[in-house]
């Protein structure tokens, strides 16, 4: 039976590590991932969890930890943020590429120079290439929901991939929210028993593993990597059936919100999403046919099943919280452009980048964001693709 | 005390087919240092000559279960290894009498400079396993780059003796010293070319519980410059002019477990290795003067460090 509680976004994490009790826990501290390890250090002060937590010296020694910890055979989990994902850096892509299935919980936080201790999604963005799966959350509940899946999609022997589930920094891991939590044994149950691969602790026979590969190997191994992200979707899927048949939250890529007889949509990830909606409602109330697309899996990309949920729209706005310097356009937005390039009616598409380095966004924003959709919608011209919400130029 | 004739015995955990070069220190180091535990035996290795010539794929020269991660991190991806072994045995995941023995290792550049930080928290953090740097003074996987154990005066490509600078003018750093500051159990400096101490200190690294760091020095005949055939002779001349004294410490007490019957000049030492022959001109005299001078001083503070601890 599920309970109520009124957890922040750290605590639901540390709470869902408690009930998983993974066989190693390694994380360092950062800003605004520092509960998590806390939490989960005291949990073990106090006996309440049975598996190994190592506090390591820096994020790297973290990820490297997990690495030797999930190669040696069993359940392995990490938290956090910001400079100590891109401290990781080098450690994810070798995490994806000896097929470990770590789960990491990343605060989602700027990244430096300035400085910011506040949200946005840099962090994650820039590890979207490192071959892990990446699940994004709105609220509290969800990054609990999230996270517990996410050992089950990231161990599943077909995928065999590291999973990563955000949350954005503050707005999402220090507000207070009732989050329904499960009994311990419904959460493990859900979980299952951790099957190894190749343990290198199983000394009945002797691997070799991480050796170097020539020009002749390379390819076919990262191609073999691959497949692993390529299995997940289905996965993905039937996890998030699973888990709303278990629980009563059912889980997809993404999520629609008022999109059935929309025209004009915002695509926006994460918390934002949340405030999104209240907009939406707004606008409808107002007379205008808007909907919201919120992703929840940006890795593997559901670009079919985008597509077809966009099949029909007159414009759409991306909003990202993170920027490509250079590129054109924003990550999500990319991503969303690419997906629609084989819909023969496509929709006007624009992208905002919004909220980098904590900063807010509004109903109002997200207003201002309906009247220029519906321009273009209108007159079927988009005059300017790219641009910034709630920024001083 | 084990008799050649027995640890020979032993099966090989490092079998023959590697590809390292012809008088390589690295094998002797390995071949004698794994025979001191007859428990299975997991390695972390970082990236550096030992892992590149042991596991190009499809092939391997390990008869011991083996992983190599990255560069930096060998022992930070062995704590992982060990700490998953404690929580899976806590946990009845694994018999409660299955005893495995870890190893971390790493030449010089990944154990003195960009593996310190993994290595020290390692150390700091009590994880048990057994630390081995085979110290070739160098970076030499990538063709012979200083590192902070390439010793004073020594010309490596990215300290190269020239017509201004003669070489490498920074003294080496004392490694073994910083482990013995972290207070661990077992810290030992040791010579593949006295193979009796080297398997004695592997045994006492293996068998302490909490960690222990085996600092040994690997002649290099590539990258110093030397007839390969020498690789054990010039190990017995680092003994023999104390450029790397043989000694441990042991629960903090520091022992030196070598004492040549004369100290030789360290001129014997640099005149058979090409990586010194600039400092044999005329104007490099004070470079060999302060060398020695050096070498004088470590051995001196050595001897401080037994009586202050005995």
């Known amino acids: ?393 | 005390m084990a008799k050649l004739k027995d640890i020979a015995q032993l099966e090989d955990r490092l079998v023959a087919g590697h590809g390292m070069c012809l008088g390589c220190g690295i094998p002797l180091i390995f071949k004698v240092a794994l025979r001191a535990t007859e428990d299975p035996l997991i390695i972390s290795n970082a990236t550096g000559c030992l892992e590149v010539c042991t596991t190009i794929f499809p092939r391997t020269a390990w008869n011991t279960t083996w992983v190599h991660s990255a560069f930096e991190n060998a022992a930070a991806t062995m704590a992982g290894i060990e700490a998953m072994y404690k929580s899976l045995k806590r946990n009845g995941k694994l018999p409660q009498d299955k005893e495995i023995k870890f190893l971390a290792t790493a030449g010089d550049g990944g154990t003195y400079d960009i593996g310190l930080q993994a290595l020290s928290g390692a150390m700091e953090r009590g994880h048990n396993f057994v630390y081995l740097c085979y110290d070739n003074n160098a970076y030499a996987n990538t063709g012979g780059q200083r590192s902070s154990a390439t010793p004073f005066g020594a010309s490596a490509t990215t300290s190269p003796a020239g017509s201004e600078i003669p070489g490498k003018l920074q003294r080496k750093k004392d490694l073994t010293k910083i482990l013995a500051a972290h207070n661990i159990p077992y810290v030992a400096q040791a010579n593949p070319a006295r193979w009796q101490d080297l398997y004695n200190k592997a045994k006492k690294a293996f068998e302490v519980e909490g960690p222990a760091f085996l600092n040994v020095l690997c002649p290099c005949p590539t990258e110093w410059k030397y007839d390969e055939s020498m690789t054990v002779k010039l190990a017995k001349t680092a003994m023999d002019t104390c450029v790397w004294p043989l000694y441990e410490v042991d629960n903090g007490k520091y022992k030196i477990n070598y004492t040549p019957k004369e100290k030789k000049s360290v001129t014997e030492w640099l005149k058979p290795q090409g990586r010194f022959r600039h400092l044999f001109k005329e104007e490099n005299a004070w470079v060999i003067e302060e060398y020695q001078k050096q070498v004088d001083e470590d051995w001196e503070e050595l001897h401080k460090l037994v009586e202050m601890t005995k």
């Open chain 1, 1 to 393: 039976m599920s309970v109520q509680k009124t957890l922040n976004g750290n605590q639901t994490i540390a709470e869902a590590v408690r009930q998983i009790d993974p066989d190693v826990m390694a994380a360092y501290p950062i800003t605004p991932s520092t509960a998590i390890v806390e939490t989960i250090a005291q949990f073990k002060a106090d006996g309440l969890i049975s598996g190994e937590y190592v506090c390591p010296e820096s994020e790297h020694s973290a990820m490297s930890v997990c690495i030797g910890a999930a190669s040696a055979g069993g359940r392995v989990m990490t938290a956090t943020a910001s400079q100590g994902l891109a401290l990781m850096w080098e450690m994810l892509y070798i995490a994806a590429g000896l097929r470990l299935p770590i789960v990491a919980s990343i605060v989602n936080r700027a990244l430096a120079a300035p400085i910011s201790i506040h949200g946005d999604h840099s962090d994650t963005m820039g590890a979207r290439d490192a071959g892990w799966i990446q699940i994004y959350s709105e609220n509290c509940q969800e990054a609990y929901d999230n996270f517990i899946q996410a050992f089950r999609i990231g161990e599943n022997l077909d995928v065999r991939t590291p999973v990563m589930v955000g949350l954005d920094g503050f707005i999402i891991s220090h507000s207070m929210e009732v989050v329904k939590t499960e009994d311990d044994a419904a959460v493990k149950k859900f979980v299952g028993e951790y099957q190894s691969v190749y343990p290198l602790l199983d000394t009945s026979k002797t691997f070799t593993v991480g050796p170097i590969d020539f020009t002749d190997y390379y390819f076919e191994h990262k191609r073999n990597q691959m497949e692993g992200i390529e299995n997940a979707p289905k996965v993905i899927l039937d996890v998030g059936k699973e888990f709303g048949e278990t629980f009563g939250r059912e889980y997809g890529f993404f999520e629609e919100y008022r999109m059935d007889d929309a025209e004009i949509c915002i695509i926006v990830m994460s918390s934002a999403a949340g405030t999104c909606k209240d907009a939406v409602d707004e606008l409808r109330d107002a007379g205008i046919n808007i909907g919201l697309l919120k992703p929840r899996v940006f890795r593997p990309f559901p670009h079919h099943e985008i597509a077809e949920a966009l099949r029909g729209k007159k414009a759409v706005a991306v909003l990202d919280r993170c920027a490509s310097p250079g590129a054109f356009g924003a990550p999500l937005f990319t991503e969303v452009r690419s997906a629609l390039y084989d819909l023969e009616d496509r929709p006007k598409i624009v992208n905002y980048v919004y909220g980098l380095g904590g900063r807010d966004i509004q109903i109002e924003h997200f207003k201002d964001v309906a009247k220029k959709l519906a321009r273009i919608a209108e007159t079927g011209k988009v005059e300017e693709i790219y641009g910034y919400i709630n920024l001083r130029e």
